[in-house]
């Protein structure tokens, strides 16, 4: 767990005790799940990054799943630039590949989708690769997004923003 800070190794040990080494990924997931039904963000990142390690430990195929889920906590606390590489090496890996993560693409949209976000305003050509990287990925006819809720968003960013036509296309296209 590099990705910790003292601080935050700590709160895991306060968090799961000495039971710690010995919980499976499945326990230290319900932990994850409890914080972060409770919008508790700190702990839930730590048990998040937590069960990625024991779940790659385990070789239950669910760490990068797990790790997004850790950015998604980080971002929620306003540590973008902490959550950025988890996401980045999340979308990095080849999710087709291994069965578990292509049965759970629905982490990788997401991963997509906050990358997206993260970069539309700061760093709109990041944004615009993004885009088109996730319509590759996902590939025709879904395409990216797929989502409901994620096109909706972006339709009404794109509507407003200068030079994002070829986008604005290929989303109607999407939305049908």
């Known amino acids: 767990m590099n990705e910790l800070l003292d601080s935050e190794r700590q709160l895991l040990v306060e968090l799961c005790g000495k039971k710690l080494r010995t919980l499976t990924s499945r326990e230290l997931s319900g932990k994850y799940h409890w914080r972060a039904d409770r ?15 024991r779940a790659d430990e385990e070789h239950r195929g669910e760490g990068p799943m797990y790790r997004i889920r850790a950015a998604q906590a980080l971002i929620e606390l306003g540590e973008v630039e902490r959550a950025v590489p988890l996401l980045e090496d999340s979308i990095a890996r080849d999710w087709a590949a291994e069965p578990v993560l292509a049965q759970n693409e629905h982490f990788l949209h997401s991963a997509y989708t906050s990358l997206f976000e993260l970069n539309f305003k700061v760093t709109p050509e990041r944004a615009r690769a993004l885009f088109w990287k996730a319509n590759e990925v996902f590939g025709a006819p879904r395409g990216f997004p797929w989502v409901s809720p994620v096109q909706d968003s972006l339709r009404r960013k794109l509507a407003r923003a200068k030079g994002w036509d070829r ?10």
């Open 39 to 53: 919008s508790q963000w700190r702990e839930a990142f730590v048990l998040a990054l937590a069960t990625a390690e």
């Open 167 to 176: 986008e604005r296309e290929r989303l109607a296209e999407l939305m049908g």
